[in-house]
């Protein structure tokens, strides 16, 4: 059975798609070729030419666009690999194009996946970063709707009135749970109390990293995100084998007539000051020994200087 449409949404690579939780007909989409698009899909018209709205957000690729289950607003993060040092995800509504609601910040590495979570009568917004940590972000009733929820829970809507002057228009997280087995990173070391001269909301609950309700090593997750964010690199450049487990991988690099296949492995306390080792494929590489010492020096440099900064 083959598929029921095609849609020629981008023109560059698809990222991520998401379907709306109001509407199950409009699918979202996001692209390295910078824009959000939204599609309308029915059995009418299955292969819509034209998207009923899009975002186009200057020359960044977008990574992740998530739609906001009580509304049509969506949350985004550009493409980790190609934009060290944005490590905000926003947030814009559907119909305003020309600025986000809201940026959050607070994670100190690209952000890799989001998703919506239904607590008590409000939807909470959970980011997962490259820095090992979890944050979990409520938004106000002033967010919400605009983001394009058209009503806030009454409950809800007593609760802020109790603290909407002492909250800026983001929540900071009301927790953050970290994967990462060292000490914890500074800004969760010594945390600044808000002064509050009312109760605080009730915390969310979230599972213990002592006991995941699935199990996994921090240092191997760690090595798999490297491995799908490389596949974001230059299309000349390929990721011809991963193999987490033993640490490896080999990468081929394909410029005119010239052809590079270089094998990696990486140590097991990579990257935490630990730089990986390369070697050449002599059956699959055609530059000369030279050019390999060379470039063999360049790239292992740069890589001791990148885990350095892990240090």
């Known amino acids: 059975m083959g598929p029921e449409g095609y849609i020629t949404a981008h023109t560059s690579r698809i990222h991520d798609i998401d379907w709306s939780f109001r509407d199950e007909n409009v699918l979202t ?5 910078s824009t959000i698009k939204f599609w309308e899909i029915g059995s009418e018209n299955p292969s819509p030419r034209e998207p009923v709205a899009a975002i186009k957000i200057g020359a960044q690729p977008i990574w992740r666009a998530r739609n906001y289950p ?3 607003g969506v949350a985004m993060v550009f493409v980790p690999a190609l934009h060290a040092g944005e490590n905000r ?8 194009s020309s600025s986000p ?8 590495e690209p952000v890799l996946e989001l ?7 409000e939807w909470q917004l959970v980011s997962l970063s490259r820095d090992h940590s979890l944050r979990v972000w409520r938004l106000n009733e002033q967010i919400a709707q605009q983001l394009g929820q058209a009503t806030v829970d009454p409950s809800a809507a007593r609760e802020e009135s109790l603290t909407s002057t002492l909250v800026p228009i983001i929540r900071v997280p009301e927790e953050e749970t970290s994967f990462n087995n060292g000490p914890p990173p500074r800004h969760l070391a010594t945390p600044t109390p808000t002064p509050s001269p009312s109760p605080p909301p009730p915390s969310v609950p979230m599972a213990s990293p002592a006991a995941p309700h699935h199990q996994y090593s921090p240092k191997l997750l760690t090595l798999m995100q490297e491995f799908t ?5 230059p299309p ?3 990721l011809e084998r991963t193999d987490a487990s033993q640490r490896s991988c080999t990468v081929k690099v394909q410029q005119g007539v010239h052809l590079v296949r270089l094998s990696i492995s990486f140590p097991s306390h990579y990257p935490y000051g630990a730089a990986p080792s390369f070697n050449f494929d002599r059956n699959g590489t055609t530059i000369d020994i030279t050019s390999q010492q060379e470039l063999n020096q360049v790239v292992a440099c740069a890589c001791m200087h990148s885990s350095s900064a892990h240090l």
Do not use: P, Y
Request: glycine fraction near 8%; aromatic fraction near 10%.
């Open 101 to 108: 609601v809201v940026a959050l910040s607070g994670h100190t």
């Open 29 to 33: 989409s996001c692209s390295h070729d």
């Open 229 to 233: 964010l490389f596949k974001s690199d």
């Open 115 to 121: 998703a919506w979570r239904r607590f008590r009568e």
């Open 89 to 96: 995800v926003l947030l814009w509504g559907r119909h305003n």
């Open 236 to 238: 000349n450049l390929e």
């Open 70 to 72: 009580a509304g049509n």
